[in-house]
Every structure is written in structure tokens, then in C-alpha cells.
């Protein structure tokens, strides 16, 4: 890792860096990085809003001892483990990204798919802890605390599944026509977007006492 | 401060006024180089995010294990601080990690990374001066804080009853 993290930047480039515009940069990757830095400010209301009302007081049925924390409810061993999925669904996607480079369409292919598989194993995982919250009484009205966490979570679900009709759909288009690597690429930016807004959650929402 | 040149074969390429940004590419359009990380170093990175994640989640249960209730190697309020400091730290790592690597902006123009350093830094300003003017980062013992006022009941008081 410290080879790659000193390794010059001067000797690294991509053959899709040069494009016929004013900023040398293709308008659709561009255009992906400047919806990704807003992104960031929905991500960051979401994750702020989430932090103030967490503690709010609100009566959940299930939880009879503290009812002020919904955070009693969270099963971290099983978000951890949807968590390493999301992680592994983030390599999956950069190996599908220099496949494509490399014209190995059927590699491409592969990880793709696997990609979107990882992601929709990650979405299950997230229905799966929704409906135990409802089972347990919290619901998305329950009390102003869990409509942050619901809100923030969902958000980020509906990103997931977004990138998996995306990844779904280069996968179709690739039967059909020849997929260029920049849109490979670009879509695996939003997928790792995806990934790194995860990482914040899972640290802040579920770690962080 | 920047401007579109086009070389011998037709190439479009940016040369920037500081030196920096895409110039740097241009030389090397037409040899169709892939520069980057490598599969196997794609690898290496996921391994070391792995154990990252794998560590972040053992602190799940440091103030049992190392807190009063465990071996106490420390007070619970000292392991959970340290703990929620270690976690903010590995969070940061992971993020460059990600986004410097697998999403190539370490290797990336500088103004792809302009840009999305600037979303970046935009929202943790905007959202670090609303936690702070919401009173976030200390706890006055009223959970209410800036929701409106509860609603005031009257108590009639019956006089020599």
C-alpha cells in the first residue's frame, strides 16, 4: 500500500482523461464528480440531522428500560456484516472498471453482476433490519428520532438501488452495444460514493456510542 | 486559467496556467497508457479496508472488555472516548482510501478533485456550524432543545380546600 500510496501522480493517467472539451475532461465524468460533491451536502444535512435528534425522548414499545435511545435496538454484528458486503461490492466494482479498460467484456460482465448481487444482498440486509425495527415498534413515526434514522438510512438505500438499475442496465446494454469504459467508470463513482457515505454512516449512526 | 490545445493527431488536452491539472497527460494520450493501481494492489487496498472495518467493529464491545465490567485497563468513560476517537480517525482513512484509490482521485485532474473537495469541505462547514449553533457538541440536560415549547397546563388551586 505504501509503494502505491508514494508512486508519482505525474506517471498516472487514463485514456478517456483527454476529451474535445474546454476542461479536458469528459461532461458526463465531470458531470458525475459535481453531482457527487452535492451529494455530499444532502449526506451531510441528512447525517446532521440524524446526530441532533437521535436522542430525542418517544416512547417505542419495544424498548421498556430506555426509551429514549433507538439506538438500544441496533444489531451492529449484522450491520457489520452488510457493511463488509457493501466493502466487497466496492473491489467488485473496480475490477469490473479496469476489465472494461482492458476490453474483457465478459469480465466486465462478471463483476458487474457480482457487483449489483453484493448490492442487493446489502438492500436485503437493510429491509430486513427495517422490518425487525417495526416488529420491535419503531416505526417511521414512532418519535422524531427514528424519522432521522429512517429518513438518513432510506436515503441511502434508494442510492443503493439506484446504482444497482444502473449497473443492471450497462450490464443489458453491453449484449447490445459496445459499452465504453468511461461509463463503466463513471457509474463505479457513484457506487463507490455510495460505499463512502456507508462508511460514515455505519461509524457515526452505529459505532459511535 | 487554463487552455484546450490539440496535438498532431487531433487529441484535445488541457494545459493548465499552474502547471498542474491535465497537461501532464498529454504526452502520453496516444501511447493508450493505463496507469494506476493493479488488480492485485486493488486487492492489497481492499484487504487493508477490510481489517479497518474489522477493527472498527471490535470496539463495539471494547467497554466490556477493557472498561470496569472487564479487565479494567481502563475507566468506561476513558475506553469509550478513546474508542469514539479511534473510530473517527479510521473513518477518515477509509473515505481517502476509497476515494483516492478505487475512485481514482488521487490519480485524477486536479479539477475533479477541486470540485469534489470543494462539495466536501462545503457541507462539513455548513453542517459543523449548524451542530454548533444547535448546542450539538454540549449536553444542558434538556433533550427538548430548540423544539418549541412544551405546551403550559394550568393547575387551578382550590384556596382552603
Known sequence: LAEIALEPVEDVEFPDDAHATATGISNPKLAMWVYLASDCLLFGGLISTYLLYRNRPGEIPGLSGNPERISELFDVPFTSMTSFILLMSSLTMVLSVTSAMRDDIARMRLWLGTTALLGMLFLGGQIYEFTEFVHEGLGFTSNVSSSAFFTLTGFHGAHVAVGIIMLLTLIGLSFSRKVQAEAVETIGLYWHFVDIVWVVIFTVVYLIP | ?161
Open chain 2, 1 to 161: 486559467l487554463s487552455t484546450t490545445t490539440q496535438d498532431a493527431q487531433g487529441h484535445f488536452g488541457r494545459a493548465d496556467a499552474d502547471g498542474g491539472g491535465d497537461g501532464r497527460h498529454m504526452g502520453h494520450l496516444d501511447e493508450g497508457h493505463t496507469h494506476g493501481p493493479t488488480d492485485s494492489q486493488y486487492f492489497t487496498i481492499f484487504w487493508v479496508l477490510f481489517g479497518i472495518t474489522a477493527l472498527e467493529v471490535t470496539t463495539y464491545w471494547w467497554e466490556d472488555w477493557f472498561g470496569q465490567g472487564g479487565w479494567k485497563v481502563a475507566p468506561d468513560d476513558t475506553v469509550r472516548a478513546f474508542g469514539m476517537v479511534l473510530l473517527l480517525i479510521l473513518m477518515v482513512i477509509k473515505f481517502a482510501l476509497i476515494v483516492g484509490f478505487f475512485m481514482h482521485l488521487r490519480f485524477d485532474s486536479a479539477l475533479l478533485r477541486r470540485t469534489f473537495s470543494f462539495g466536501l469541505a462545503l457541507g462539513l462547514a455548513v453542517y459543523l456550524i449548524t451542530l454548533t449553533s444547535m448546542n450539538f457538541w454540549t449536553y444542558n440536560g434538556n433533550p427538548w432543545f430548540n423544539d418549541p415549547s412544551p405546551p403550559i397546563t394550568t393547575t387551578t388551586v382550590v384556596e382552603g380546600g
